[in-house]
């Protein structure tokens, strides 16, 4: 095959190699390529300035890590075939290909409540017709098909390479190296067993160390209070945007209208796999002068860095406190009382230490038994963490 | 005073501390906030697809620098007053708020031929009308008409802080790990004799170090085939867009349709700052599917990198294979002999190791003696490294 | 003041400032510089190669974190004279002086039962001696006899610049990547109310975090199998070598007769303050041609790096099991059944992730609450941490 | 075949994977486990006190670098057989064998004046009978009899990986950061050519970074002057602890009598192989009480870090001064004219940056030409630096 090989410098793993022409073409897609203009962490980087790499820089590390990760099976005796592991490359590379503008920040906003899962799949779908079928086998693993269920485990499980990279490049570029995890210890002792992807003994206080990482990195990174004040900015602004019929450009037009809810699903992935952080960031340029006092007033907040405030507690926010917080902006903005509404309300977030029940992580024993993480002896990680931890919060426009 | 200061995370130094409020009033301000939207690089994340840090962040990361240097210098006996070190400070700070959309690859393209320090210049000035006349001492220094050089120095010189963030941080986040300079070492050396920066003898090897990663990244990175390919591509979407008139959004439709040129200066300046890399991307984005086939052709390969191809060599490019590559370009496209001009051509490119003559740097001896690093005993950096290199290109699209 | 202050490289920190004559001083004296040739780890690195720092090193990397830690504290309002500083700074620098040779592992060997704690602080009266009381007030702080407990807690504590820098150290050298801490992050949350060193609200994930790294160090590294069976080897030996009156060089002889028991203080101090590292292995490499079969076999094997087998289990090893393994070895080496008890036996380690009642560690909240770390909501420390893990072990020489 | 393979921790590359039986044996030789307590830097510790890693680590750091260039040169065709991995491997495992205690500092003074490589070959030659032979093809390589001249070339040239490693470590351990070089990078860009070693044309400047970085790296840290004064101190003790036959423990004794001239070769080799920095260290330890005033002097400076005085200058050290500083010396100190000889003196240390010569660095060109780094176009490396530089001293006892 006339296929050099391509090697791509990465900042935190030095270089990363394409050895296959398929892989490489995946790469080269538009739809792919659109990556590069989506924010991997949304608005991060408001509170964290160095956090603005793109999805593509972390899904080409997820495919990175799978490469280790599927050597390492190798040289451990599991048997894995070129196609399985084109396969299982190509199911990283596009796992998050479904993602829109601002990814999770907007789920639920410009496409009604598919999911990024759902769309990835349907673009998969949509490229493995472009390329004569030669992504089945990527699309049989990524939606757990194959007969090889570790092969999917890698792509998506308590342990996979998404969140190893996720956590890893999440955690450089903000500078919080706390969620710094050793990805190669973890990935020198995965194995696998009954087809199921395990991790050996001696990795239990490495598996403790990312699960207490991924915790911290959710609590003062993810969900920080200054990052969810900006992104429940943004998910207003694309909300008034739609309600009041804001003007915007082609693509986005078709989605905040409604539109495409009524159009054939290719002809909507083709103007889904158009929009990225561009188009949003535009129109909000854009409307930084609508005549709508609370779609300009957020817009150009957001752009100014003029965050609403946001306060976490343990309880639901009470409707008194709401009301108030209402009446003053009405007060001092002189805006309506229903306007008031889109800029200051309460919510909630939620996170589990450890999902005990939905995706295990399966210690390997020397003597052939296997147990939960959450089950070895003096264990760290136990019941109570594998309870949703839900924090309520109120957040509003200073004036 | 009441300013509690502010703790910024970075990945490469950590922490970033600001201390004072007029510091910090600048950094609130809109238009340094803009900064964020302008990457430091480019379209070297064509290449390194890492290297998507934003001017903001290279401007806190010098400002950063310079807090140390001037702790370094109080140290060994300068005296400082509290106003000259916010003037460094923020004269760092602003020293590249007049770049505009994509800094120095559109340089020349939106505004003639004003260079982005005079731009910064003229929008201190406003900023300074602004904030009550606070940035008189920033705006001094970095005009280096204050009494103390060695502050314009640190600000703009061989050896300033601008250059080693912007060696430090573009090497971080491409991964090029070689253009990484210890920045501790030379900021520990430095010093000040006759009101001249300057740095210690000890520093010699240090200095050469800093010298050779500023030629190594300069020809591996910023002047990388690629890189420039995928500047050119955008220099040429510029000017045909000007050339055939096509549509944009305000503010780049001001600046493409020349109004700019006959505005009062203030109301350049006001929309000079309104845009940022949104504004140009949008456009590429939309003259994708503009009626004319250069346009058109170049947004679409730009935004899904099918970049020109581009060859260096030492010669100027010869007429003949420039009219060559040309017609082949006609032949295979479709395209018109004018048009074909846009997608094929010739440059030169050019780099010094060292500047010997307009920016010197000296080394203070224990002795008393002070020299060029050029002069030195079996100095490294030598009159031959102070010749600028050229290097020429041939640049076409492939179709 | 003439002293020009001095730097000092170290690969962790970058540079380490030394600014005060005291404190030259204390690093200048011959028993201070001793620490060299004393290994931090031990023999940690027959597991971990690059793991050969010096008790020099990490006692250098503690002085630099305390210097932050108060600088810290300084600019957030707490009043410290300069003799406060010098005191903390020195009290750290001679907190671990009383380690012997091969410090932990030959603890409770070579002088009887006295901790390393306690020959630290009859050492530091020495040097207060000699340096005309200048070292009162770090003794002071070392003995918690200071009226600001704060310092006392810096030098030993739940979160002490002790165990940062072992941890960062330790964890640096072994490349055991996932021991690294956010001491940056932490000493930027530290503060003190009534007197009393704690830290703030935000920092609980950092401090889980650090709590979970320890943990996994001691399980990982410190308390690694091979680690501890060379450690074994190393008691074993000495006790040997004391049993059989081996010949040794003075001191070393001083102390393994026991003479060190009956003389006056001060002499056994001096002699005590002459031994280190060297000491131990120059008379294992003697002892390889020892007549004793017993010690000879250890010594060789030592040096060699044939270790003992260890094997840890949950509960005690039983009477059967060791029988066995002893009668295996004296039918395979002709050993007698004396000699074979110094070539297996059983012990038990133990760890504690959390030592809730010894030393709290206190979240000082906003509101100004104050709660233990172990009483947060979610807590992921909670009291069944707070109890010591013991394990089991059977060791033996494999012939 | 039932070798499961080991893996081993470093620092600096993570993991260190050990496939082969034959590595594991030579690896666990005696002979290699003494590399252990060989200093790699020798007494560089006393000026930077993190370099205190082993010659071992240094031996398995290249042995990891020649992994990674010969998997590179072979995804790039060239061809290698099992038997040639392995023998590159043991010969850059066992490429430092020979040297004796603190290395380099005592090389020419224990056992006359044979150089390190010469006792490596020895040494080789005797682990070959041991192991049936098995060596032969390491011995092949490592003395350039080999058919392949790159394999040697890796072992021992301008680019070996001996160098890359050193290079690398020496300077995380000290601290001294920007001798770090982009090894990742180089090897990427070995090629093969004409069976010669030769770097890809876009290296060029990488390779540039390599050898400033080698030069700093003597001229900051190997021939720093604090250090150098360290060796010369040891030098000088041994020399009069032969001279004044010093007594000491077998077997330094036998090298500083004399007696091993005269002794068959294996049995000194056998000898040889028993000694380390322990035996060296040791001997300074008793002959701190030594009745020879020189000799106890020097021991007791050395050991409590009181060294001498060094100082450069480009010209050879006059008599007069020389002379000067020995008056003083028995003026202040009422040792003999015989004595203050031992205690001040001049010397000279030389380096080169380029070894045009001897050692040359081949760019292959994509059109098939190969230059010399020295020619290529506006290179930095040229004519001037290919010369040694001399550095000439004077160096001596404060008292």
Not at 61 to 69: K, S, T, V
Not at 145 to 159: A, F, I, M, R
Not at 167 to 186: A, H
Request: glycine share 6%; proline share 3%.
């Amino acid at each position: 095959m006339s296929f050099p090989g391509k090697i791509i410098n990465d900042p935190i793993y030095g270089f990363i190699s394409i050895h296959h022409p398929l892989v490489m073409q995946v790469i080269s897609h538009p739809w792919y390529q659109r990556l590069r203009r989506i924010y991997q962490m949304a608005f991060a980087h408001l509170v964290y300035p160095g956090a603005v790499h793109s999805r593509m820089a972390h899904s080409l590390g997820a495919y990175h890590l799978m490469q280790l990760a599927l050597s390492e099976l190798q040289r451990k005796g599991v048997q894995l075939t070129p196609d399985e592991e084109v396969g299982a490359s190509i199911a990283i590379l596009l796992h998050d290909i479904g993602h829109g503008p601002f990814s999770h920040a907007l789920e639920g906003e410009l496409i009604g409540n598919r999911s990024h899962e759902d769309m990835s799949l349907a673009m998969m779908h949509q490229l493995n017709n472009q390329m004569d079928g030669r992504l089945q086998m990527a699309i049989q693993i990524f939606t757990n098909q194959y007969h090889k269920p570790y092969l999917h485990q890698l792509v998506s499980g308590q342990l996979d390479v998404d969140r190893m990279d996720y956590l890893i490049r999440d955690s450089f570029y903000t500078g919080v190296s706390e969620g710094v995890i050793g990805y190669d210890r973890i990935i020198k002792m995965l194995t696998v067993k009954n087809d199921e992807l395990m991790v050996e003994e001696k990795a239990i206080y490495s598996i403790e160390k990312f699960l207490v990482a991924r915790r911290l990195m959710y609590w003062q990174v993810y969900l920080h209070k200054t990052v969810l004040a900006a992104e429940q900015m943004l998910v207003r602004i694309v909300r008034r945007a739609r309600e009041i019929g804001a003007e915007s450009h082609y693509p986005l037009s078709y989605f905040l209208s409604g539109e495409y809810a009524v159009a054939p699903e290719q002809f909507m992935l083709t103007n889904f796999a158009m929009m990225d952080d561009i188009d949003i960031m535009a129109a909000i340029k854009q409307w930084q002068n609508h005549n709508d006092p609370v779609l300009s007033r957020l817009c150009k907040a957001l752009l100014q860095r003029k965050l609403f405030k946001l306060r976490f507690q343990n309880e639901p926010v009470s409707e008194e406190i709401l009301a108030e917080k209402r009446e003053q902006l009405v007060h001092r903005s002189g805006l309506s009382a229903a306007d008031a509404e889109y800029l200051a309300f309460a919510g909630k977030v939620s996170n589990t230490t450890y999902h005990h029940h939905a995706e295990r992580i399966s210690i390997a024993y020397k003597d052939g038994s296997v147990k939960d993480i959450s089950e070895v002896d003096h264990a760290l990680i136990q019941q109570n963490l594998a309870a949703a931890v839900d924090k309520y919060y109120i957040c509003w426009m200073t004036i």
